[in-house]
């Protein structure tokens, strides 16, 4: 098991993402010790519910998973239009297209009710990649497994891709 200050960090995170029931759940085969040295490389984002985590058309190259709470991810509209993408809930990732390319931030994602994130900034991640190259792959094996099947979903509801 977890040992130390890590264990009382990720052990919420861990749970959520273990016991997380959809198609496009974040499945990184790390044990106990890869996870605790993975909290090391992230920090923890606490919102309120209405905040946003991704603003739609930003820039920046963070990916979050979501340890508790449940956001919703739209594109936002002319006025206070919304075109709903989906709901996440504790143990979904979002945000992970932004760590591979330069493009804006593709959909809007707020909180629904007060949620605790866990944020992964690109630097962090190219830290990770040098450092832990097994594990890096082992995260990108998991965040490409996720982009495809929410791409398929996508696909097969008639959403572009882009």
Same mark, same amino acid.
Do not use: H
């Given at each position: #098991?977890?040992?130390?200050?890590?264990?009382?960090? /990720?052990?919420?995170? /861990? =749970?959520?993402?273990?016991?997380?029931? *959809?198609?496009?759940?974040?499945?990184? $085969?790390?044990?106990?010790? %890869?996870?605790? !040295? +993975?909290?090391?490389?992230? %920090? =923890?984002?606490? !919102?309120?519910?209405?905040?946003? !985590?991704?603003?739609?058309?930003?820039?920046?190259?963070?990916?979050?998973?979501?340890?508790?709470?449940?956001? %919703?991810?739209? /594109?936002? &509209?002319?006025?206070?239009?919304?075109?709903?993408?989906? /709901?996440? $809930?504790?143990?979904?990732?979002?945000? &992970?297209?932004?760590? +591979?390319?330069?493009?804006? $931030? #593709?959909? %809007?994602? &707020?909180?629904?009710?007060?949620?605790?994130?866990?944020?992964?900034?690109?630097?962090?991640?190219?830290?990770?990649?040098?450092? =832990?190259?097994? #594990? *890096?792959?082992?995260?990108? $094996?998991?965040?490409?497994?996720?982009?495809?099947?929410? #791409?398929?979903?996508?696909?097969?509801?008639?959403?572009?891709?882009?």
């Amino acid at each position: #098991m977890l040992e130390g200050a890590n264990k009382m960090a /990720i052990e919420q995170l /861990i =749970q959520a993402v273990v016991s997380l029931n *959809a198609d496009d759940a974040f499945r990184p $085969r790390f044990d106990d010790k %890869q996870w605790a !040295l +993975f909290a090391n490389y992230m %920090q =923890q984002y606490k !919102l309120r519910a209405g905040d946003l !985590l991704i603003r739609y058309r930003d820039m920046d190259r963070n990916l979050y998973l979501i340890e508790s709470g449940t956001v %919703q991810v739209y /594109i936002p &509209e002319a006025g206070p239009k919304r075109r709903p993408v989906g /709901i996440l $809930r504790a143990g979904a990732i979002c945000g &992970e297209p932004s760590l +591979f390319g330069e493009t804006p $931030r #593709m959909a %809007q994602v &707020e909180a629904m009710s007060p949620v605790t994130a866990w944020l992964l900034t690109r630097p962090r991640f190219e830290e990770l990649l040098t450092r =832990q190259p097994p #594990m *890096a792959v082992e995260l990108l $094996r998991s965040l490409g497994a996720v982009m495809a099947e929410r #791409m398929r979903a996508n696909l097969e509801r008639g959403l572009p891709v882009a």
